[in-house]
């Protein structure tokens, strides 16, 4: 009888061992295959109908870090280059950008005088070419500084292209005793503080003319001439001849 017990539970023992296997494998987790789903040994793993499930891991782009890292390196912005003042080669001179109201334009000006005449207004930085039919080509210009204000009727006597600069000797004087040299005489060109042309006025030491700084333009900065930009002065100078009959306000 004790004999049968024990085979009875040992083949309980056997069945049950098979049933947890069974158990165990039953829901066993997918196969991670190759991403080369075209390799011939993973063709065969179907068998019928039902087809294997393939995880297909993500692709991480590995990123550089530590001494490895790409560093981007930034330059400093360059300062912008900087004119130097004719009359003070030591400092730069200060720039501003024209305000739009002193660009040529065509304006209406009610006046008396004939057209070709050159009107100039201080106050207000302006420069008028009187036109036919009430109108006048304006031109913004830079006026002397306080203490070289003047005003007067005068007629354009000579005109020059690229004119040279000759000092006045009391300008000279006046500036030494600030500390600034003046050189005796400067050859026309584009560093000369008369610019591109110039229009004698009379037997004055005053000029229209174009100037190297137009950012001047606007300003009363000058000993007295009137300064255009070089653009415009070009400008100006072909528009009118010897003889131009000019008025300064």
Not at 171 to 191: F, Q, V, W
């Amino acid at each position: 009888m004790m004999k049968h017990l024990f085979l009875a539970a040992a083949f309980c023992g056997i069945f049950s061992t098979a049933a947890i296997a069974d158990d165990r494998y039953a829901t066993r987790p997918p196969v991670v295959l190759s991403p080369d789903l075209t390799a011939p040994w993973i063709n065969q793993l179907g068998g019928g109908t039902v087809r294997p499930v393939v995880y297909q891991r993500p692709v991480v782009q590995p990123q550089q870090r530590g001494l490895f890292q790409r560093r981007v390196i930034r330059q400093a912005p360059q300062p912008a280059p900087q004119t130097v003042s004719a009359i003070n080669p030591g400092i730069p001179a200060i720039r501003h950008p024209i305000e739009p109201q002193y660009l040529p334009q065509m304006v209406d000006y009610d006046t008396t005088e004939k057209p070709g005449t050159i009107v100039i207004d201080t106050n207000n930085r302006f420069l008028y070419l009187i036109m036919d039919g009430g109108k006048a080509r304006r031109y913004g210009v830079g006026v002397g500084k306080p203490g070289f204000e003047w005003a007067g009727a005068h007629k354009i006597t000579r005109k020059t292209e690229w004119p040279d600069w000759t000092p006045p000797s009391e300008m000279i004087s006046r500036e030494a005793a600030k500390g600034h040299y003046l050189p005796a005489r400067m050859d026309g060109g584009p560093e000369n503080p008369l610019g591109a042309r110039a229009m004698y006025l009379g037997s004055t030491l005053y000029r229209i003319h174009g100037t190297n700084a137009p950012w001047s333009i606007g300003s009363a900065v000058s000993s007295g001439c009137i300064r255009l930009r070089n653009e415009d002065v070009v400008d100006l100078y072909d528009r009118v001849n010897v003889g131009t009959r000019v008025i300064v306000m």
